[in-house]
């Protein structure tokens, strides 16, 4: 009766309880097979073929799920009925867990389940439709801000805990020992130099682009009504320059209880980090403003006004390069010029907005452009010796 899918049916209350308490096997394993599909069934599909055929999800995972939340293992589940045997069905995150209750399944008899199943989908097409229909569709959005806000803290962290300047005193090399002890400076000074001047470079690169798509976040997830309806007006919009989308928030976006201020303080630093960034972007050199040092030469002979140990003098010159307080100021400039801009909008719409920043993905149905955290913030499964259709051995064709 598994394969006259015409056949199954709902189970009365009676059974669905005589099914919780059934005869085990003397091991203390109930009989019957489970097989995760996560390749061969879709879980879209088998949703929409049972809700159009037994009507809303009724199972005991269910009635147990977190209502109101997708923070949940299992979504749904079937109680089924097939002649003498029960079947489980049950709609977890990607995946499709099938029990066969009272038969031990083949490879192939899964193959041939499958089949089945699937081509019984044809018979209730119409039914199926109109469940689709129901359906909301979301698109999943990656969140750049948030992308670009983690590659920026991890350079942020690096830098921070490097801030402090290393001793460049060099070593008395006297001794076989003092030799090897200078030696190890100059090693361990290098190797800081290389995460340093990687980190400090690339932060310095990409805060300008961090301060960049906040604003381009507030202004998509805050722009006014006429924006959503008209996309050609909001790509205008964002492709402006960023002083006059800054400028222009409280216009263009709902929420904003006063615009912002050219003249305050913290809109004066974000700016100063925006005008440096097409000087570094374009690698421009100004020798006065890029000196690090100053020599005399007389012909080819080098005169430094002051003497020191040339590789460590190397490195200590270095530091003005790194520019690691600069770089650091600058990335928490742009970190409170966020803070005044969320200031100036109303408490709720600052709340959802703050809620969504932590968020690497997020939820926008096209169809009523509406947007919404759709998942957790983190992803659980449970790990059980359970098979999967993809690893059976067995041809599917």
């Known amino acids: 009766m598994i394969f006259d899918v015409e056949q199954w049916r709902k189970p009365s209350p009676d059974e669905m309880i005589a099914f919780i308490h059934r005869i085990k096997e003397p091991e203390g394993n109930p009989s019957g097979s489970i097989l995760v599909f996560r390749r061969h069934l879709s879980p879209l599909s088998v949703y929409k073929y049972l809700v159009a055929r037994f009507g809303a999800p009724y199972g005991f995972q269910t009635l147990a799920k977190r209502?109101?939340?997708?923070?949940n293992l299992f979504h749904w589940d079937y109680l089924i009925k097939a002649g003498p045997l029960m079947l489980w069905i049950q709609g977890?995150?990607?995946?499709?867990?099938?029990?066969?209750?009272?038969?031990?399944?083949?490879?192939?008899?899964?193959v041939r389940f499958a089949k089945t199943l699937k081509s019984d989908f044809a018979r209730w097409g119409a039914e199926m439709s109109k469940v689709a229909a129901a359906l909301e569709k979301w698109n999943i959005v990656s969140n750049r801000y948030v992308m670009v806000a983690d590659a920026c803290?991890?350079?942020?962290?690096?830098?921070?805990?490097e801030a402090q300047a290393p001793d460049f005193t060099p070593q008395k090399r006297r001794t076989e020992a003092g030799i090897k002890r200078y030696q190890r400076q100059i090693e361990k000074?290098?190797?800081?130099?290389?995460?340093?001047?990687?980190?400090?470079?690339?932060?310095?690169?990409?805060?300008?682009?961090l301060a960049?798509?906040?604003?381009?976040m507030i202004i998509f997830l805050a722009r006014k009504d006429e924006l959503k309806r008209n996309p050609r007006q909001y790509e205008q919009y964002i492709r402006q320059h960023i002083d006059t989308r800054v400028f222009d928030l409280h216009l263009?976006?709902?929420?904003?209880?006063?615009?912002?201020?050219?003249?305050?303080?913290?809109?004066?630093?974000?700016?100063?980090?925006?005008?440096?960034?097409?000087?570094?972007?374009?690698?421009?050199?100004?020798?006065?403003?890029?000196?690090?040092?100053?020599?005399?030469?007389?012909?080819?002979?080098?005169?430094y006004e002051q003497g020191a140990d040339p590789i460590?003098?190397?490195?200590?010159?270095?530091?003005?390069?790194?520019?690691?307080?600069?770089?650091?100021?600058?990335?928490?400039?742009?970190?409170?010029?966020?803070?005044?801009?969320?200031?100036?909008m109303e408490s709720n719409a600052r709340k959802e907005?703050?809620?969504?920043?932590?968020?690497?993905?997020?939820?926008?149905?096209?169809?009523?452009?509406?947007?919404?955290?759709?998942?957790?913030?983190?992803?659980?499964?449970?790990?059980?010796?359970?098979q999967y259709d993809d690893e059976l051995k067995v041809d599917w064709q």
């Not at 209502?67 to 923070?71: I, K, N, R």
């Not at 960049?212 to 381009?216: T, W």
Request: hydrophobic share 40%; with cysteine; charged share 30%.
């Open 212 to 216: 960049e798509s906040f604003v381009n």
């Open 92 to 110: 977890g995150n990607r995946d499709v867990h099938v029990h066969v209750s009272g038969k031990k399944m083949k490879p192939k008899d899964w």
């Open 189 to 209: 000074i290098g190797e800081r130099a290389n995460r340093v001047f990687s980190a400090s470079l690339s932060l310095d690169l990409i805060t300008p682009v």
């Open 353 to 386: 907005i703050e809620f969504l920043m932590d968020d690497s993905e997020f939820g926008f149905d096209i169809k009523r452009n509406r947007l919404g955290r759709l998942f957790a913030s983190h992803e659980a499964m449970m790990l059980l010796p359970l």
């Open 67 to 71: 209502q109101g939340d997708s923070d």
């Open 312 to 344: 460590l003098e190397l490195f200590r010159k270095k530091e003005a390069v790194f520019d690691i307080s600069g770089v650091l100021r600058r990335y928490h400039d742009v970190h409170s010029f966020f803070q005044y801009v969320l200031g100036l």
């Open 153 to 161: 803290a991890q350079f942020h962290d690096l830098l921070t805990d």
């Open 252 to 303: 263009k976006c709902d929420a904003f209880t006063a615009g912002v201020d050219p003249e305050h303080e913290d809109y004066k630093a974000f700016k100063r980090v925006m005008d440096r960034r097409n000087y570094n972007l374009h690698g421009n050199i100004d020798p006065a403003k890029d000196a690090i040092e100053t020599v005399y030469f007389d012909k080819f002979t080098p005169l």
